[in-house]
């Protein structure tokens, strides 16, 4: 477990310091960015079907790739975003109730997994993951502090900017 724990932390340390890189020359605007990264990570975490999110996230690839980001970087948080959102979502097929896709016997019950449950976990990983890598790829694109002048223009209350920019602070996990 402390093995687990430890990976966890540096893998988080890394993600920090992955986005926490500096961007000299933005290909966009920063405020315009930041507001489009703010409706694209919206649509992608509010969707009712599948088909928005996976646009969202071919989006984020095509993004990725035209503006020559580290791709390598966006990838290893993309994949971490995904493992955490399956881990949650695993009861999902367990609990909600509908037809009987598989029925599992163990030796004190039977579990069941539905169609509704397993098509809502889908959904749920596709929403998570599609609204992460949008916004990865943003702010991958201008980096943390054209992240944080972005919100200044579209006047973000000064308390939330202050705290941002407190947050741009490089992490190292030591153990």
Request: aromatic share 10%; charged share 15%; net charge neutral.
């Amino acid at each position: 477990m402390e093995k687990l724990t430890q990976r966890f932390l540096e893998g988080l340390a890394e993600t920090i310091n992955t986005l926490n890189r500096e961007v000299v020359n933005p290909p966009f605007n920063p405020t315009i960015t930041v507001l489009s990264a703010l409706i694209f990570t919206s649509l992608a975490a509010f969707a009712l079907d599948f088909k928005i999110p996976l646009l969202i996230l071919t989006i984020s690839i095509v993004l990725m790739v035209l503006t020559q980001a580290p791709i390598y970087s966006w990838i290893r948080i993309i994949l971490f975003i995904f493992f955490w959102a399956t881990i949650v979502s695993i009861p999902l097929p367990f609990i909600t109730p509908g037809k009987p896709l598989i029925e599992l016997s163990i030796p004190l019950t039977t579990l069941k997994i539905s169609f509704e449950g397993l098509d809502l976990m889908i959904n749920f990983i596709a929403r998570v993951v599609s609204a992460a890598a949008i916004f990865t790829t943003f702010i991958l694109m201008l980096g943390w502090r054209k992240t944080v002048e972005g919100l200044e223009g579209l006047k973000i209350p000064r308390e939330i900017v202050l705290f941002l920019m407190l947050s741009i602070i490089p992490v190292s996990y030591t153990h």
